[in-house]
């Protein structure tokens, strides 16, 4: 059990742990007190990862958040399907039934006994313009967009950072927006007779690179880099 001075977490759409991994990077005292997930695969690898955090297998779109939610002080991370709000999709947002497990937790947070009071929401370039962030407002929030590279690691990934906080808690200091940079990358050599012209190359002095997609394996222009 923490003390007084841990920060309860609360994890949603869990994976195999990344969030988790984030907060101890932070070197916070931070206690993930529970970590919801619907894929048994994702769970099993989060439960090597962590074996003392306790794990629920559950559908988001139809869990009682009272559940989980019992302490005080609790924060709450997630990273919600993207597909509603990515560029390359229909951009259906809320409309999207893909959304519906999010909508569902900002329709219980008011029955909690107690509520977050801090939110951190990962999720792709596009979710900052749809109609769903905005059922957020009521807190007070602050947003960036930010990509892999400036925190130093060489893979373009641009991802959009909500971070909230529940009245009348405020911001107290500014986000710097200069990060240090570093390369190392390696360039297989085997697929550019055939892809050379629509490849997204690097190589060993490459400062960055792209994120993979679903279609990496596919499709040769636009699903990753090589």
């Excluded at 619907?38 to 690898?45: K, P, Y």
């Excluded at 955090?53 to 559940?67: A, D, G, R, S």
């Excluded at 892999?148 to 950072?161: A, D």
Aim: with cysteine.
């Amino acid at each position: 059990m923490a003390d007084s001075s841990t920060f309860r977490v609360v994890e949603f759409y869990s994976g195999i742990g990344g969030m988790h991994y984030a907060l101890k990077g932070c070197k916070k005292n931070a206690e993930v007190v529970a970590a919801l997930e619907i894929s048994t695969t994702a769970n099993t690898v989060y439960g090597h990862n962590f074996p003392t955090t306790k794990i629920w297998n559950c559908n988001i779109e139809v869990c009682e958040l009272c559940n989980v939610t019992t302490m005080p002080a609790i924060y709450m991370v997630m990273s919600p399907p993207c597909q509603p709000y990515t560029w390359v999709g229909l951009q259906g947002a809320s409309k999207d039934p893909r959304a519906l497990s999010f909508l569902h937790i900002l329709s219980l947070l008011k029955r909690l006994q107690h509520p977050p009071k801090y939110w951190l929401i990962e999720n792709v370039k596009g979710f900052e313009t749809s109609d769903t962030r905005f059922y957020i407002l009521l807190a007070f929030c602050n947003s960036f967009i930010v990509s892999s590279p400036q925190f130093g690691i060489p893979n373009s990934r641009l991802r959009y950072y909500l971070l909230a906080k529940r009245h009348p808690l405020t911001f107290s200091t500014a986000m710097g927006n200069k990060f240090s940079y570093y390369e190392q990358f390696l360039l297989p050599t085997k697929v550019l007779s055939r892809f050379s012209l629509v490849l997204d190359i690097v190589t060993a002095k490459s400062r960055r690179s792209c994120c993979f997609t679903k279609a990496y394996g596919h499709y040769a222009e636009g699903t990753g880099s090589v």
